[in-house]
C-alpha cells in the first residue's frame, strides 16, 4: 500500500528541538523527491522544505531557514525533519509529501507539533 | 517577499460553476509556474485535484479542471456538490527549489 507515515510530534518549549520522521512504503523511495508542508490550526498550508531524491539539493522556506534541516535515509525509506529553536508560532500539523513533477502527489496524514511553555 | 493570492471564500448553489483563481501580488502566473491546486476538508490531508495547470489526478472527476486565465491560474468545478464543500489551495514553483502556497479559499456550496 501506498503511504506516508509521519511520527515524532509533540509538546516542545519554545527554544527547544524536535525531530519529525516520515516512513514511506508502498513505491520506490529512492527515486522520488520529498516534501515538508505544515499546517498552523486554523490556517492554510505552508511549505517548508524539499529535499531531492539523493539528498544532493535541499531547499527551505525563508521563515525556516538556519533552524529546520530536512534529511533522508533512503536504506531506510524515511525523511526527517530536525527542527532546531522552535516558535510558538511553529505550532502546526506537520506533513510529508512526495513529489511529482513540481506537485504534491502523496501525502501523510501529518504529525501535530505543539510549541508550548 | 512573494505572495501567492486566493479568494477567501467562494459561494456556488448546487449544480452551478464557479471559478476559483491564483494570483501572484507581482507578476503574472505562468505554466512555469507548475499551478497545482489541492482539496482539504476539516481534519484531513489535502487531496490533490490538478497539477501542471490543467493535469487531473488520479481518480479525480472531470468536474474539475485547470487553466490559466488572465494573469492567474484557476480551478472551475462544473456541476458543484454538496461535498465539494471544502477549503482549495493552489501552490505555485517559485523556482530554486522553492514553492509557495496561496492562502486557500473556502467554497461553501448552498
Redesign the interface.
Known amino acids: 500500500q501506498v503511504q506516508l507515515v509521519e511520527s515524532g510530534g509533540g509538546v516542545v518549549q519554545p527554544g527547544g528541538s524536535l525531530r519529525l520522521s516520515c516512513a514511506a512504503s508502498g513505491f520506490t523511495f529512492r527515486n522520488y523527491n520529498m516534501h515538508w508542508v505544515r499546517q498552523s490550526p486554523g490556517k492554510g498550508l505552508e511549505w517548508v522544505a524539499f529535499i531531492r531524491y539523493d539528498g544532493s539539493d535541499k531547499y527551505y522556506a525563508e521563515s525556516v531557514k538556519g533552524r529546520f534541516t530536512i534529511s533522508r535515509d533512503n536504506s531506510k525509506n524515511t525523511l526527517f525533519l530536525q527542527m532546531n529553536s522552535l516558535r510558538a508560532e511553529e505550532t502546526a500539523v506537520y506533513y510529508c509529501a512526495k513529489d511529482s513533477r513540481w506537485h504534491f502527489d502523496l501525502w501523510g496524514r501529518g504529525t501535530l507539533v505543539t510549541v508550548s511553555s | ?1 512573494t505572495v501567492v493570492t486566493q479568494e477567501p471564500s467562494f459561494s456556488v448553489s448546487p449544480g452551478g460553476t464557479v471559478t476559483l483563481t491564483c494570483g501572484l501580488s507581482s507578476g503574472s502566473v505562468s505554466t512555469t509556474h ?1 499551478p ?1 491546486w ?1 482539496q ?1 476538508t476539516p481534519g484531513q ?4 485535484l490538478i ?2 495547470t490543467n493535469t487531473r ?1 488520479s481518480g479525480v472527476p472531470d468536474r474539475f479542471s485547470g487553466s490559466i486565465l488572465g494573469n492567474k491560474a484557476a480551478l472551475t468545478i462544473a456541476g458543484a456538490q454538496a461535498d465539494d464543500e471544502s ?1 482549495y ?1 493552489c ?1 505555485l ?1 517559485m523556482g ?9 479559499t473556502k467554497l461553501t456550496v448552498l
Request: charged content about 10%.
Open positions: 517577499q507548475y497545482s489541492y482539504q490531508a489535502p487531496r490533490t497539477y501542471t489526478s477549503d489551495y501552490v514553483y530554486s527549489g522553492t514553492w509557495v502556497f496561496g492562502g486557500g
